[in-house]
């Protein structure tokens, strides 16, 4: 019985993974009937949903679930220090309680956005939980934790987004993935290019001396004694003798 039980947990737990993307750990919110059972039955909620559901957990309440044990009678006060040891979720009617079954209807919504678990042993609300997809139920029978099967309502919804008829959650992930967001240019990118100013050159002052470019010039192969200065100096010997007067003494 054990393994068959265990098979069937996790028939239905990768049922809710694959369809309704539900991840460790995993939140369960308890009603109150469901601690008088476990008291009741002598179950440890704590040791055994972990070992059921083979994964991590998250036990966790609302405050109108809490209250609503309050004002009931003595007899569920044990059930009332069981669940004060689980976290204690914000719902939108803290201030003006509502009773604990409209409460849980109220956190789960219309298709369940936040994975939630349900352990309740209330038939009332069962009946109203399988009308909205994605919700599995836990709860006791027989001194164990028992899984139910997934409602026609999860099961039809499965079908409608294998036909295409809706997007499952699984898609809407994947979309908001690939979707980017439409980033606006660099305001910086949209300014335009400054022409930058020539660089000015320092202005002399009077005082200042101008600095005159000296160019050396190169002295011709040979020295001073050169051949062709040589030749220009006999070209005007030979002139001026050309040009002589005669001179001639008178006695």
């Known amino acids: 019985m054990k393994i068959k039980r265990q098979k069937h947990a996790k028939k239905t737990i990768s049922f809710y993974k694959y369809n ?5 750990p995993f939140q369960i919110l308890i009603y109150g009937t469901l601690c008088q059972a476990a008291l009741k039955n002598k179950i440890q909620i704590k040791e055994q949903l972990p070992k059921y559901l083979m994964g ?11 209250k609503e044990l309050e004002t009931l009678a003595k007899d569920l006060y044990g059930a009332k220090l069981i669940l004060q040891r689980f976290q204690i979720r914000n719902c939108k009617h803290m201030k003006d309680p509502l009773p604990a079954s409209e409460c849980l209807l109220s956190m789960l919504g219309e298709t369940n956005p936040h994975h939630y678990f349900t352990a309740t042993q209330d038939q009332e609300l069962t009946t ?13 029978i027989l001194n164990t934790m028992v899984s139910d099967k997934p409602s026609e309502r999860s099961l039809k919804h499965v079908e409608a987004v294998q036909l295409g008829e809706l997007v499952s959650p699984s898609q809407q992930l994947k979309a908001k993935k690939r979707k980017r967001k439409s980033c606006n240019p660099n305001p910086l990118s949209c300014l335009k290019k400054k022409n930058k100013p020539m660089p ?3 202005k002399k002052t009077d005082g200042e001396k101008t600095k005159r470019n000296r160019h050396r010039k190169r002295r011709p192969a040979g020295g001073p004694g050169s051949g062709s200065q040589l030749q220009s100096h006999n070209c005007l010997e030979t002139s001026l003798a050309s040009t002589r007067v005669p001179f001639i003494v008178c006695f």
């Open 20 to 24: 309704f993307c539900f991840r460790e």
């Open 128 to 140: 109203a939980l399988k009308k909205i997809p994605g919700v599995p139920l836990l709860y006791i």
């Open 200 to 202: 000015q050159q320092p």
């Open 56 to 66: 991590e957990v998250q036990l966790c309440t609302t405050n109108s679930a809490l």
